[in-house]
C-alpha cells in the first residue's frame, strides 16, 4: 500500500520487491529481444533499378506465354474435335457396312429359300401351244359357178390371170358349160386329138399346161379351166381376150 509523509510517496516493502522484479524481468526482455534480433536480422537487399523498358518486356513476355497456352488449347481443342468426327464417321461406316451385310445375307438367303422350294415344286411338264387348226377348205359348189370360182382362186395363186366373166364367156361359146363335151368333127379330131372338156382343150396342150395341184383327167371342170387359161395367158396375154376359137 501505498503511504505519504512528508509530501512524497513511500513504498512498502512488498511494493519494493514487486518493482525489483518487474525492473529485472524487463532488463531480461531486452537482453533477449536485443539477442534475438542480432540473430535474426535479415542479410541487406540491394534494389533492383526499375525502367519502362524492363517493364514492358516483362508484359510482352506475359502476353506471348498466354498467347502461347491459348494456341495449345485451341490446337488441343480441334484435335479432340477431329477425333470425335473421325470416331463418328468410322461408327457410322461400321453400321453401314454392317446392315448391308445383313442385308445380302437376308437376300441370299431369301433367294436360296425360294429356289428350295421351286425345287421341291412338283412342276407339271410343260405343255406345247397346241398348233393352230388349219383353216377349213373353202367350200365350192358342184357347178358351173362353183368350178369358176375354184379355178380363179387357184389361178389367182400361181399368178395367171383372167376374170370370172372372160372364164364364164368362153366356156359358154365352146361348151355350153358342158364338162365332157367333146368335139370330133374340127381339124384336131380329124387328126385324132379332139378337143375336150368345157374350154375344149386338147390332149397334149393339157398336158404341156397342166398346173400342178389339179387333177391330170382332161375332164375335170376346174383342171380343165386352169390349164386353158394357162394356155391363154401364155399365148393371149389372159383368157380374157380370147374371143373365138383359140
Known sequence: MRSTHSGYTRLTKAHKFSAA????????????GAASHAVAAPAPVKPVAWS????????????KDAADKAA???????????????????????????????????????RAEKQAANRS???????????????????YANDLEGWI????????????????????RNIMRESTGNPHAINDWDVNAVNGVPSKGLL????PT???????????????PVANIVASCNYAADKYGSMDNVNSAY
Not at 22 to 29: D, I, Q
Not at 52 to 63: I, K, L, T
Open 21 to 32: 522484479a518487474l525492473t529485472a524481468a524487463g532488463a531480461a526482455a531486452v537482453a533477449f
Open 52 to 63: 519502362a523498358e524492363a517493364f514492358g518486356q516483362a508484359q510482352d513476355a506475359e502476353r
Open 121 to 139: 415344286t412338283t412342276r407339271a411338264p410343260l405343255q406345247k401351244p397346241a398348233a393352230p387348226a388349219a383353216p377349213a377348205p373353202k367350200a
Open 206 to 220: 393339157f398336158k404341156a399346161y397342166h398346173v400342178e395341184g389339179t387333177s391330170w383327167d382332161i375332164y375335170d
Open 72 to 110: 495449345e488449347q485451341a490446337r488441343a481443342e480441334a484435335a479432340a474435335a477431329k477425333h470425335a468426327a473421325q470416331a463418328k464417321a468410322d461408327a457410322k461406316a461400321k453400321a453401314d457396312a454392317k446392315a448391308k451385310a445383313d442385308a445380302k445375307a437376308k437376300a441370299d438367303k431369301d
Open 149 to 168: 370360182s375354184e379355178a380363179l382362186d387357184i389361178m389367182k395363186a400361181k399368178g395367171i390371170p383372167a376374170s370370172y366373166d372372160g372364164v364364164k
Open 200 to 203: 375344149q382343150i386338147i390332149d
